[in-house]
């Protein structure tokens, strides 16, 4: 991700700031607030429509305690991800979380005390919080503290009980919000990589944009 980089700048055009109020940090109106940003780490090997819902899931959850989302950044892990990861591939993201946080408030469009950078992730990720030697605890232990969690339930998992077994997960509960899908959404990198690899059509299961660059790059190919 972008943020991650020192000399590459954070994206904010994209950041509904307008929703600080027309006159500036100043106003009356934003005083008080908290507004919230959405970070969502992951391979997005490629990225797929699922991946843009769970931002629209987590934007309805955190609107609907009262709190204001004015945007989200994806940040994709680097390319020695591999899913039974070791505790390095992990240890970056609250790095992430501090960054994007930190430039956001040296950018000016709203202050530490007003901004909240919450991670988004699937129940499968929340588990992996428990798995020995995944994660740094003391930095499972800042990101919830610190930042807060949206969790999207995934297949059916029991995230309450996930939660509870986990000393960290329980002592802040209340800074995890979890989600569950109104309308289930099956797809997955995985299922796009293999209807790839076999000459499928993935149209409307992500955007054309990625479809064109797959295709120019001859990604995802049989071996």
């Given at each position: 991700?972008?943020?991650?980089k020192?000399?590459?700048?954070?994206?904010?055009?994209?950041?509904?700031?307008?929703?600080?109020?027309?006159?500036g940090?100043s106003s009356s109106?934003?005083?008080?607030?908290?507004?919230?940003?959405?970070?969502?780490?992951?391979?997005?090997?490629p990225?797929?429509?699922?991946?843009?819902?769970?931002f629209?899931?987590?934007?309805?959850a955190?609107?609907?305690?009262?709190?204001?989302?004015?945007?989200?950044?994806?940040?994709?892990?680097?390319?020695?991800y591999?899913k039974k990861?070791?505790?390095s591939?992990?240890q970056?993201?609250?790095?992430v979380?501090?960054?994007?946080?930190?430039?956001l408030?040296e950018?000016?469009v709203?202050?530490?005390?007003?901004?909240?950078?919450?991670?988004?992730?699937?129940?499968d990720?929340?588990?992996s919080?428990?798995i020995?030697?995944?994660w740094?605890?003391?930095?499972?232990?800042?990101?919830?503290?610190?930042?807060g969690l949206?969790?999207?339930?995934r297949g059916g998992q029991?995230?309450?009980?996930?939660?509870?077994k986990?000393d960290?997960l329980?002592?802040?509960?209340n800074?995890?919000?979890?989600v569950?899908?109104?309308v289930?959404?099956?797809i997955?990198?995985?299922?796009?990589?293999d209807?790839?690899?076999?000459?499928?059509?993935?149209?409307?299961?992500?955007?054309d944009?990625v479809?064109d660059?797959?295709k120019?790059?001859?990604?995802?190919?049989?071996?």
């Amino acid at each position: 991700m972008a943020a991650s980089k020192p000399d590459i700048a954070l994206p904010l055009d994209k950041l509904s700031l307008e929703c600080i109020g027309k006159d500036g940090l100043s106003s009356s109106e934003s005083k008080g607030k908290l507004y919230v940003v959405l970070l969502s780490p992951g391979s997005f090997n490629p990225p797929s429509y699922m991946h843009l819902r769970c931002f629209e899931l987590a934007r309805d959850a955190v609107n609907s305690q009262g709190l204001s989302v004015i945007g989200g950044y994806m940040s994709p892990v680097n390319d020695s991800y591999k899913k039974k990861a070791s505790q390095s591939t992990y240890q970056c993201t609250l790095t992430v979380l501090s960054r994007v946080k930190t430039l956001l408030c040296e950018s000016g469009v709203v202050t530490n005390e007003s901004l909240k950078v919450m991670l988004v992730c699937g129940s499968d990720l929340l588990e992996s919080f428990s798995i020995p030697g995944f994660w740094i605890r003391e930095q499972v232990k800042t990101i919830c503290r610190d930042f807060g969690l949206i969790c999207i339930r995934r297949g059916g998992q029991d995230v309450q009980s996930i939660v509870s077994k986990d000393d960290i997960l329980n002592e802040y509960k209340n800074d995890i919000i979890v989600v569950d899908e109104v309308v289930p959404n099956g797809i997955s990198s995985t299922r796009l990589r293999d209807c790839i690899s076999r000459g499928l059509s993935v149209k409307y299961l992500t955007a054309d944009e990625v479809i064109d660059y797959i295709k120019q790059n001859g990604l995802y190919k049989p071996e």
